[in-house]
């Protein structure tokens, strides 16, 4: 599984799939995940910006995204792929189906990443660029940078 994971399917999450993810959470942010009523709530407030990366009905990864209280920003709260999908191009097409579906009123996305993450290389690649920098963003010691994409 996941050695080619370009015919992965990505799609709106289904209920019975949180638990999975919640479980890749844990796995891929340890004790800085999520916990798993968020994603249950994640599910209930924006399940159109809630999409899951699935091969053979497993989860290979997922995004969630919510509204900001400006109504031209849209933040991604959370991005995680899955250790066997990791480098294969998933987090990047769950950003870009992400961003094709954003509404016409989005002018901006913004998210946050630690700057050692080597998702952050990433990001730059698809456009994201530095917003501001806070050393204890989550918490002492939490560092985390402020990317931000303009659409258009």
């Not at 480098?87 to 990443?113: D, E, F, H, N």
Request: proline share 5%; with cysteine.
């Amino acid at each position: 599984m996941a050695n080619d994971v370009s015919a992965a399917t990505i799609r709106p999450i289904l209920k019975s799939e949180l638990l999975a993810i919640y479980q890749l959470e844990k796995t891929v942010f340890g004790e800085h995940c999520y916990p798993d009523f968020f994603f249950r709530q994640g599910f209930d407030c924006w399940p159109e910006q809630f999409l899951v990366a699935l091969e053979d009905d497993v989860p290979l990864g997922y995004i969630l995204c919510a509204q900001a209280s400006s109504s031209d920003t849209m933040w991604i709260l959370s991005i995680a792929v899955s250790d066997l999908a990791r480098g294969k191009g998933v987090g990047k097409r769950l950003i870009a189906q992400c961003l094709s579906q954003m509404p016409a009123s989005i002018t901006c996305v913004k998210l946050t990443v630690d700057p050692n993450n080597p998702a952050y290389a990433l990001y730059q690649r698809l456009g994201f660029v530095d917003s501001s920098f806070e050393d204890d963003y989550f918490g002492e010691n939490q560092a985390r940078v402020v990317m931000s994409r303009i659409l258009g």
